[in-house]
């Protein structure tokens, strides 16, 4: 497609339960991004994916939260053991190129986001 | 403290009414500053980037940067309720994170 695919749009489950939230990146695009969004709460940093380099994981807020990127393209999000806490919108985005590299000077393309509600 | 503060509104303003959105920040590395506008259930879309402080105008948008305060603003004129959404400011430097740091955003809307 022509934007960030994310899948699922809507996720409600149990706690203590593990999810996977999947993005599918626009094609060419090297740098992939997630973010977490609370009710109120700005968009809060998790993981950035760059090519081949090793990922930056300072954002991920306990180790029940990875993520991977298979082949360059689609990333995977995984929370282990939910919590409420975890309970938020999960928003993956895309670039070209790293920010502030080339002629990227911010643009991230996002998708619509994963609703996670953790019962 | 955050790195970005933002106030989160909600503001409510009639149509045709000049907006001010602003964040304040604490890192004095961030050199870039952006504004996303997020409507009801989307991701965030880019609206304008500066660089460094001064002024930055796109047709009813104006970005301001003031780095020594640091201090941005975000002027609408003319407001449209389709200008209804929220407005989430970022900024990112170039050390560190290769990542940009968000406002918690501020939800505007345009009465018709």
């Known amino acids: 497609g022509a934007g960030v695919s994310q899948s699922p749009s809507n996720k409600v489950t149990e706690k203590g339960k593990d999810v996977e939230l999947r993005c599918d990146p626009i094609s060419g695009h090297t740098a992939l991004y997630w973010y977490r969004q609370s009710l109120g709460q700005g968009l809060e940093f998790l993981i950035y994916?760059?090519?081949?380099?090793?990922?930056?994981k300072s954002g991920l807020p306990s180790d029940r939260f990875s993520a991977e990127r298979t082949g360059g393209s689609v990333s995977t999000l995984t929370i282990q053991r939910t919590q409420q806490e975890d309970s938020a919108v999960y928003l993956c985005?895309?670039?070209?190129?790293?920010?502030?590299?080339?002629?990227?000077?911010?643009?991230?393309?996002f998708g619509e986001g994963s609703r996670l509600t953790v019962l | 403290q955050k790195e970005v503060e933002q106030d989160p509104g909600p503001l409510s303003v009639p149509e045709g009414a000049i907006v001010s959105l602003n964040c304040t920040y604490s890192n004095s590395a961030f050199q870039y500053f952006m504004w996303y506008r997020q409507y009801s259930r989307k991701g965030p879309e880019l609206l304008m980037y500066t660089y460094s402080s001064g002024n930055k105008e796109d047709g009813r948008f104006t970005a301001q940067v003031d780095k020594s305060s640091k201090y941005i603003s975000l002027f609408i004129r003319d407001s449209q309720p389709s200008d209804s959404a929220t407005y989430l400011c970022?900024?990112?430097?170039?050390?560190?994170?290769?990542?940009?740091?968000f406002g918690s955003g501020t939800r505007l809307q345009v009465q018709p």
């Open positions: 985005a895309s670039s070209l190129s790293p920010i502030l590299a080339g002629s990227n000077t911010g643009e991230l393309f």
């Open positions: 970022a900024m990112s430097a170039f050390t560190g994170r290769r990542a940009l740091t």
């Open positions: 994916f760059q090519g081949n380099s090793a990922p930056d």
